[in-house]
């Protein structure tokens, strides 16, 4: 383990290799070989009308990788070549399993940071946010299965590399997710303006969880009821809220602050 310089806080991976594809692959026989293949897929979309792809859903469903039926006009949006009714989305990273992760943390005695992005669309949000997060010294950035940014060649480059070092762990169910986070220890901070607390209250030494909300509507319901803390970033001009990636940063930072402090 090496200390990140003037951070105070030590990486969980030196470097994680990742895939060098394409952002997409299209027809019927490309999805399959991808799909049986090792190789991340973000998603597939699927002709709504489609007959015989029977193989193409049974493999994503093996695999944990959400299949969308679409209308031909959303599917000729993403390429005009023959696609056949199939394009499958390949991810620019490798996912992490999210258990091993905490585990490795624990076991080398660090006191672990976790990123949840729930349902973070944008994908240079999403670039930027895990930019920060790998700065920041975060040990892995949680994303949901479905209603997440695809994690393409625009997100690596607007995270400025930062995806090649950080773990991203992909989960089907954030309350899941987040209820074996809380049972493993973490308190659980959501990054939000309906909450009471503010960000620098809690205490970031502890194992720790923190969630950022959807550009649309912030963090679900849900995942908020089961936050230990529920912490706003004080605001002293007349618009209401930060662009997501900001409001990250900010929480992220204050993090690196305390832990400066005690270290």
Do not use: W
């Not at 030196?14 to 897929?41: C, M």
């Not at 905490?102 to 080398?108: A, D, L, P, Q, W």
């Not at 089961?226 to 997501?244: H, R, T, W, Y």
């Amino acid at each position: 383990m090496e200390n990140r310089k003037g951070s105070g806080v030590k990486k969980f991976h030196k470097h994680i290799n990742r895939p060098n594809k394409a952002d997409f692959v299209f027809g019927v026989n490309s999805v399959i070989e991808t799909l049986k293949s090792e190789q991340e897929i973000d998603k597939i979309l699927l002709l709504k009308e489609m007959k015989h792809v029977e193989e193409i859903e049974t493999l994503a469903r093996n695999r944990g990788i959400p299949v969308q039926k679409v209308p031909m006009e959303k599917l000729n949006r993403v390429t005009m070549k023959n696609h056949q009714g199939a394009i499958a989305f390949v991810s620019a990273v490798n996912f992490a399993i999210l258990s091993n992760v905490v585990t490795s943390i624990f076991e080398s005695g660090e006191s672990p940071l976790v990123l949840i992005l729930d349902r973070i669309t944008d994908v240079r949000n999403f670039g930027a946010i895990c930019r920060s997060a790998e700065c920041s010294g975060v040990h892995a950035v949680v994303v949901p299965a479905r209603g997440s940014a695809q994690i393409n060649g625009d997100a690596m480059k607007t995270s400025s590399g930062a995806l090649n070092f950080i773990p991203v762990c992909r989960e089907t169910d954030l309350i899941n997710t987040v209820k074996y986070l809380k049972n493993s220890g973490f308190q659980i901070i959501s990054c939000t303006e309906k909450g009471n607390d503010l960000v620098y209250d809690a205490d970031y030494s502890l194992p720790t969880a923190i969630i950022m909300g959807s550009e649309e509507d912030g963090i679900s319901d849900a995942l908020i009821e089961l936050s230990d803390f529920k912490a706003q970033i004080p605001l002293k001009g007349k618009v209401e809220s930060l662009n997501v990636s900001v409001a990250a940063g900010v929480i992220l930072f204050e993090a690196v602050r305390q832990k400066m402090k005690q270290a």
